[in-house]
T-cell receptor, first 112, second 114 residues
């Protein structure tokens, strides 16, 4: 799987958009970008994933650059409950490669 | 609540004791995964089942660790002769086999070995 690079920490004001970047410059054509988050002492929570196109769901939006070498997770209106570690993971979905390889992620702190 | 449950949520044991954890995946999911997470680190893959077959074990899974999924439904992870280094959060996840591989995680079992 391609390696990902994320900033170790970010701050965001409550009610503002949180934009979390991820670099995955070695991503290959059949690899998806997945985002999970982990609130303190809980299991990781799936947020969103995408291949080429931008994706949106009830939790977040995922913007993938045209060359697929980086992506941004957008939480449109961050709340205090969004404070968590956010993990960007590249996965060869559908094939024999099924292990999620977590890095250290980005600790997002939403401030009142 | 993702639908994946784990029991117990917390376990404190003395070094040398055996412990067993249980994971109940989402009912229609036939893939089940175990991960381990130590403080300050992301989860690390331990092992994976498709139905009742254990298809891969990480090098992290020493001989003291054994996992089973006897009927392709719930799974157990046993650690024999626990060591202080086994203290961690043990996470279970499940997914559908074909097509989308999105893994959904349970709340984890936090193990403390004294």
């Amino acid at each position: 799987d391609a390696k990902t690079t994320q900033p170790p920490s970010m701050d965001c004001a409550e009610g503002r958009a949180a934009n979390l970047p991820c670099n995955h410059s070695t991503i290959s054509g059949n690899e998806y970008v997945y985002w999970y988050r982990q609130i303190h002492s809980q299991g990781p929570q799936y947020i969103i994933h995408g291949l080429k196109n931008n994706e949106t769901n009830e939790m977040a939006s995922l913007i993938i650059t045209e060359d697929r070498k980086s992506s941004t997770l957008i939480l449109p209106h961050a709340t205090l409950r969004d404070t968590a570690v956010y993990y960007c993971i590249v996965l060869n979905s559908g094939g024999s490669n099924y292990k999620l390889t977590f890095g250290k992620g980005t600790l997002l702190t939403v401030n009142p | 609540d993702t639908g994946v449950s784990q029991d117990p949520r917390h376990k404190i044991t003395k070094r040398g004791q055996n412990v067993t954890f249980r994971c109940d995946p989402i009912s229609e999911h036939n893939r089940l995964y175990w991960y381990r997470q130590t403080l300050g680190q992301g989860p690390e893959f331990l092992t994976y089942f498709q139905n009742e077959a254990q298809l891969e074990k990480s090098r992290l899974l020493s001989d003291r660790f054994s996992a089973e999924r006897p009927k392709g439904s719930f799974s157990t992870l046993e650690i024999q002769r626990t060591e202080q280094g086994d203290s961690a959060m043990y996470l279970c996840a499940s997914s559908l086999a074909a097509g989308r591989e999105t893994q959904y995680f349970g709340p984890g079992t936090r193990l403390l070995v004294l």
